[in-house]
């Protein structure tokens, strides 16, 4: 190795050292440890109370608001809706709160894209839903809306 015998002997003592309480760590957690049981009814108990305490009750209601959308014909077309947005917790519906101008922006964006046949249609629906919860969680750089509930939907 190095040519000096107490320099090897030192290397050779580390490297069995090493090795001996490595096999000993792996017989101690393979045959030895044994991992405690989960208690279900425990366990089923807090993760209903954890969901029940960050499970906000009600988020960020958007009162009436009607957005113009695109139109084949010459005919004025517009989306009239009412929505409530929840958040994943309840620390998110004060920044919901706060960004009520974007929230309304975007809904505006989203709605004015789609077309008033798409929007009539349940499958619009959904997806006029899907695009502006993608849109919001974008804007925020993370999953804050949970879901979305329209309350009135009113293409005229």
């Known amino acids: 190795m190095t040519g000096k015998k107490f320099i090897d002997l030192i290397i050779i003592g580390v490297l069995t050292l090493i090795t001996a309480s490595t096999a000993g760590i792996y017989a101690y957690s393979e045959f030895m440890y044994t991992r405690p049981l989960v208690d279900e009814s425990s366990e089923h108990l807090s993760l209903h109370q954890n969901l029940k305490n960050s499970m906000p009750k009600e988020g960020l209601k958007i009162e009436k608001i009607a957005v113009n959308i695109k139109s084949e014909s010459a005919r004025l077309r517009y989306l009239e ?76």
Not at 89 to 110: C, F, M, N, S, T
């Open 81 to 156: 809706l009412s929505m409530q947005i929840i958040p994943f917790a309840l620390k998110h519906k004060e920044i919901l709160e706060k960004a009520a101008p974007l929230i309304y922006d975007r809904i505006g964006q989203v709605a004015g894209k789609m077309t008033p046949e798409d929007l009539n249609s349940i499958s619009g629906k959904i997806l006029f839903e899907d695009r502006l919860k993608r849109k919001l969680n974008e804007d925020f750089d993370d999953q804050i809306v949970r879901e979305i509930y329209f309350t009135s939907f009113v293409v005229q």
